[in-house]
């Protein structure tokens, strides 16, 4: 279950994401704003300050995992995920710019993304 919003991740293939900690537990995610309101608060959501040591995404066109820190996000586009607004990833620079022309909004790199800047 996410753990964020208590839904099942399996049922969002395109967009469910997943994280171990440096202690390694794993946390599940339905979508990727599950995943970033979790780091905004990770003790509202696991009662303890998490650290983060392995991120993993799902690109969107491909559906491949791939290392959460280094894709690229398109936010504010009319692609939404199974809450709505989502930070939609993607593998390649490009590839993001390109859904970012044709859908509306703005690439991000992990860094850059918050809770706020997908549900503004």
Request: with cysteine.
């Given at each position: ?13 395109r ?12 946390h ?6 599950c995943?970033?309101?979790?780091l905004?608060n ?6 303890a ?19 959460g ?15 709505g607004?989502?930070a ?9 710019a ?7 909004g ?11 800047a997908?549900?503004?």
């Amino acid at each position: 279950r996410c753990l964020v919003c208590d839904m099942f991740p399996a049922r969002y293939p395109r967009h469910n994401c997943q994280m171990t900690t440096l202690k390694k537990e794993k946390h599940h995610f339905c979508s990727t704003q599950c995943l970033f309101e979790f780091l905004s608060n990770t003790r509202k959501y696991a009662k303890a300050d998490v650290k983060p040591f392995r991120i993993w995404v799902k690109d969107y066109p491909s559906g491949a995992w791939i290392g959460g820190k280094t894709a690229y996000y398109v936010v504010g586009s009319g692609i939404h995920g199974p809450m709505g607004p989502e930070a939609v990833v993607f593998n390649m620079k490009k590839a993001a710019a390109d859904a970012a022309r044709k859908e509306g909004g703005k690439v991000l790199t992990f860094a850059q993304v918050t809770i706020d800047a997908i549900k503004p």
